[in-house]
């Protein structure tokens, strides 16, 4: 693993999300890969992506997060960390080799999810990977709390209350791709992927998102 990472000293180094170990094998043996990711959350996906050789540039819309991992990783000159909306505009200019969005893009409506896959989009190289999870409408918050937009809840309580969440079926998931060849959507069960940071454990056992796979569509621009 990478020496610098954002975990305190001491602590083990949390494992990162499957689609980040996964994204990470497509960039070892790739010279200067550069690798954008949306939401630091615990950093637990940035030293996998250095590890496999890659230079991170990383978006985060929660200011204290954005704060703390620019603090932890002053050192790493292979780690560049803004605050930033995930919709843009970025602060990073492209073309990146990759993306990765494992949970910014679980909170917020359809529109404002779909603006911010077009704002990864118009960063990556033609035929980049982009991996990101979404919500699903068959995890068990779906539909509750209140309404706030088409498909969006906000819990009143429990460790995300009040903020938004947007869930999607297979055709809506789909319906945002427009500029990507789709090489994977698939349903999964969360327990093993969602950041035990966030949520109770009882929550994490019923959590479902959307697993996507896609890459941008080979064109210039």
Same mark, same amino acid.
């Given at each position: 693993m990478a020496t610098r990472s954002d975990t305190p000293a001491g602590v083990p180094e949390p494992t990162p999300h499957p689609l980040?170990?996964?994204?990470?094998e497509t960039l070892r043996g790739i010279s200067g890969?550069?690798?954008?990711?949306?939401? %630091?959350?615990?950093?637990?996906?940035? $030293? =996998?992506?250095i590890d496999a050789g890659a230079t991170v540039a990383a978006i985060e819309d929660d200011p204290e997060r954005a704060r703390a991992a620019m603090i932890r990783y002053a050192a790493e000159g292979r780690v560049r960390i803004a605050r930033s909306a995930y919709a843009g505009p970025y602060p990073f200019a492209? $073309?990146?080799?990759?993306a990765l969005a494992t949970h910014a893009l679980l909170h917020g409506t359809?529109?404002?999810?779909?603006?911010? %896959?077009a704002a990864v989009g118009n960063r990556l190289a033609p035929s980049?990977?982009?991996f990101f999870t979404l919500g699903?409408?068959?995890? $068990? /918050? &779906?539909?509750?709390? /209140?309404? =706030?937009? $088409?498909?969006? &809840? =906000?819990?009143?309580?429990?460790?995300?209350a009040g903020v938004a969440h947007g869930y999607f079926d297979e055709t809506g998931v789909r319906a945002l791709l427009d500029g990507f060849t789709i090489d994977g959507v698939a349903e999964v069960p969360a327990p093993g992927a969602a950041g035990a940071w966030a949520h109770t454990p009882g929550e994490?056992?019923?959590? =479902?998102?959307? &697993?996507? /796979?896609?890459? /941008?569509?080979?064109?210039?621009g």
């Open positions: 980040a170990a996964e994204l990470a890969a550069r690798a954008l990711v949306l939401g %630091i959350g615990s950093g637990r996906n940035v $030293p =996998v992506l492209g $073309p990146f080799d990759v359809p529109t404002h999810v779909a603006a911010a %896959i980049a990977c982009f699903s409408k068959r995890d $068990p /918050r &779906f539909g509750s709390g /209140r309404l =706030v937009a $088409p498909d969006t &809840f =906000v819990a009143d309580d429990g460790s995300e994490l056992a019923t959590i =479902v998102h959307w &697993f996507v /796979r896609a890459r /941008r569509t080979g064109r210039d």
